[in-house]
């Protein structure tokens, strides 16, 4: 017994050191391709500049013949003119364009949107948005890998690449694709819709009259405002009476201060006794934002509001209105002594003052 207890531990013992060392080989062989392929992109890299400078001065050969390389090149050689291309502009950025088209490696990017792992797809979506604007394969991977890839992110970022390229999604087709997925970042589709919205406010404003979903509606209208969408006033003006969620008021009345058209005029006087605070504090900005001095005098009752963002947002609009706003808010600063108007008056002049 006591026997082949020591054999048991003696073949255990031998098995972990077994382990060990293959463990320790593993690693050796990954840190040496590692190795290799950053001495492979660094030759690389120096003959791509050698190369761009060459053709500055006439004098180089074709992308073929200075770049016979591999797949696994032209995957390197995607990555680092990628990075040029985010630096690089006229010439030199379209010669790299059309090195990358010579060696493959546009090509193979587009495979690898369509048969890597998540993040291979994530970074070959950012990669080919390059090639988007100019070629016809490259914009039919795209808009392939917006709507049918299984992962969120990979069809956020190739509806970017879509979009920075110049050749944006519909509106309705990127909320089709990707609105009611939870794997899609929530930042990053909102700056999507940003950039939308600037390119094509008619489809933002279609698009937000026909959502169901206030969070959907909400994120259309902060969309529409931060493209200061002139064309938008009236849809922004009836959200901001109408809408039911606060939530919804509110980012109408953002986007209407960030417009800064007068014909918001009516939305921020009934936003400044809206029963939720958000709605007033929204709207207190929005006077000083766009201007409406005539509702100057509704602001200082503000000053004494429940809600500190409403009463600091209404003495931030007063300090902005000119001499008569100041005064208004010099007396409020005096008028009560430790109570929360004065605080609150006297904190946004010590904030002028400065």
């Given at each position: 017994m006591l026997q082949a207890i020591w054999w048991t531990a003696l073949a255990l013992a031998g098995a972990s050191l077994l382990i060990m060392l293959m463990l320790i080989l593993r690693r050796l062989i990954?840190?040496?391709?590692?190795?290799?392929?950053?001495q492979r992109a660094e030759a690389l890299k120096a003959r791509l500049f050698d190369w761009i400078e060459r053709t500055d001065d006439g004098a180089a050969p074709t992308a073929a013949e200075a770049f016979p390389v591999d797949d696994r090149d032209a995957r390197i050689l995607m990555d680092q003119g990628?990075?040029?291309?985010?630096?690089?502009?006229?010439?030199a950025a379209e010669r790299i364009v059309t090195l990358l088209h010579a060696v493959g490696a546009v090509e193979s990017e587009c495979l690898r949107l369509s048969a890597g792992k998540a993040a291979e797809r994530r970074t070959a979506a950012t990669a080919l948005r390059w090639f988007a604007a100019d070629d016809a394969a490259v914009h039919a991977a795209l808009c392939c890998a917006m709507t049918e890839d299984p992962d969120g992110a990979v069809r956020l970022a190739a509806a970017q690449a879509l979009t920075d390229a110049?050749?944006?999604?519909?509106?309705?087709?990127?909320?089709?694709?990707?609105w009611t997925r939870q794997d899609v970042p929530g930042r990053g589709l909102q700056d999507l819709f940003r950039d939308l919205a600037?390119?094509?406010?008619?489809?933002?404003?279609?698009?937000?009259a026909a959502a169901a979903e206030a969070r959907l509606r909400v994120v259309l209208i902060d969309a529409l405002g931060h493209a200061r969408a002139i064309g938008a006033v009236p849809d922004l003006t009836a959200a901001a009476v109408h809408a039911a969620e606060l939530n919804e008021r509110a980012a109408a009345l953002r986007a209407l201060a960030a417009i800064g058209h007068p014909r918001a005029h009516d939305a921020v006087a009934a936003g400044l006794s809206d029963p939720a605070w958000e709605v007033r504090a929204q709207a207190a900005l929005g006077v000083m934002r766009i201007g409406l001095s005539d509702l100057a005098p509704r602001l200082p009752p503000l000053l004494d509001d429940p809600q500190w963002w409403v009463r600091?947002?209404?003495a931030q609009a007063l300090a902005a209105g000119g001499p008569e706003g100041r005064a208004a808010l010099e007396t409020a600063a005096a008028s009560d002594g430790a109570g929360r108007t004065a605080r609150v008056a006297q904190l946004v002049l010590a904030e002028a003052a400065r």
């Open positions: 990954v840190q040496r391709g590692q190795r290799r392929r950053l990628h990075r040029l291309l985010n630096t690089l502009r006229g010439a110049g050749r944006a999604p519909d509106v309705d087709a990127a909320v089709s694709a990707m600037a390119q094509a406010p008619d489809q933002a404003r279609a698009a937000l600091f947002r209404a």
